[in-house]
């Protein structure tokens, strides 16, 4: 019998699964949750238990009554994208949105394709896009942070700094006199800015970031080209006009950069899967970000960008692969 399977790579022996891999990075997201719920109050609570209940219901009535394959919710993946769902969300959205969102990810973005491993596109992300695209309003009404006892649908809203930002550039304001209208830098990096729950804590979203590095969960290429790429166009603009264009710390900062970078996009399904790839991938998602960002029509790009870099994804692991193990490299 011919016991010799030939298989793309990976072919490295882990002693991770699937269940440890969603429980690292649920401990991961823990101190972004703690950051919302004191700064959101019982609203952060609501949206993250509809959204993680409604995900794990949807996954368990497809796979039990229509797919009738073995019961997967016990590996955390749907409650990963409960979590991360709820992260891209205004902590005052209604909770028929948030059910309607979580149907989206999970029966039509995941189950569709079949399951977890082989959706193209990040479900959380689908979902979130669909939300924002169906109900505008609703989800561009951000809560401005109030404290622990801040209400579900009495919470004051406002603009994000990047839509404060994009509004006054556009209405002939200076930067300089903008960035006296947005949170300061250590407000953003500890979280209290107006945004999504999952936003707004920079040094929270970096603490789960050093636990995934240091548990091996994902490795830094995507992250970092992703943060870099931001950085690093926004700091040409900001070099070029620094009037016109905020400086690169603001932009790493504000929305969702961390949250995506760290979290979203090192997505194991929808991401490359060599690490030449991977920086290729996530400097797409930081180019395709700031122009959104500066010259589109939304404040914020992230998700958008990390959507169109996941349908490239099939595409860099055909073609962009590591040399083949005794290949023979021939100078001509």
């Known amino acids: 019998m011919n016991k010799l399977i030939v298989s793309p790579s990976p072919h490295t ?20 949750l703690a950051v919302s719920v004191i700064f959101f ?12 209940t409604s995900c794990i219901v949807f996954e368990f009535i497809v796979q039990k009554y229509f797919l009738k394959k073995p019961l997967s919710i016990n590996d955390g993946s749907a409650l990963v994208t409960g979590l991360l769902l709820a992260f891209n969300l205004p902590s005052n959205i209604p909770v028929y949105i948030i059910i309607l969102g979580s ?6 973005a995941k189950m569709t394709f079949g399951g977890i491993g082989n959706n193209p596109f990040n479900p959380a992300l689908v979902g979130r896009v669909f939300m924002l695209v169906s109900f505008p309003v609703k989800m561009t009404s951000w809560p401005l942070p109030q404290g622990f006892a801040t209400g ?3 919470a004051v809203t406002g603009a994000t700094p990047l839509a404060i930002i994009k509004e006054g550039i556009k209405n002939g304001e200076s930067v300089s006199q903008l960035m006296h209208q ?4 250590l407000n953003m990096l500890i979280g209290k800015i107006g945004g999504s729950m999952g936003e707004v804590a920079a040094l929270a979203l970096l603490l789960g970031f050093a636990y995934l590095l240091i548990r091996k969960i994902i490795t830094w290429h995507i992250p970092v080209s992703i943060i870099g790429t931001v950085a690093l166009f926004t700091a040409i603009l900001w070099g070029i006009n620094p009037e016109k264009y905020a400086n ?9 950069v961390l949250l995506g970078a760290i979290f979203m996009a090192t997505d194991y399904v929808t ?22 960002r500066v010259w589109g029509a939304y404040p914020e790009g992230v998700s958008f960008a990390i959507l169109i870099m996941n349908s490239f994804v099939p595409l860099m692991n055909a073609y962009i ?9 021939v100078n001509v």
């Open 248 to 256: 690169p710390l603001f932009h790493v900062l504000a929305g969702g």
């Open 321 to 329: 692969k590591p040399k083949r193990f005794g290949e023979e490299v």
């Open 103 to 108: 149907f989206v990810s999970i029966v039509i």
């Open 152 to 154: 579900y649908t009495d």
């Open 271 to 292: 991401s490359p899967m060599n690490p030449k790839a991977m920086l290729i991938y996530g400097a797409g998602i930081g180019i395709i970000t700031v122009i959104i």
């Open 182 to 185: 947005v949170p300061s830098t």
């Open 41 to 52: 109050g019982i609203g952060a609570i609501i949206v993250t238990f509809t959204s993680i």
């Open 13 to 32: 022996h882990s002693q991770l699964t699937t269940r440890k891999i969603m429980l690292g990075v649920i401990i991961a997201l823990m101190p972004a």
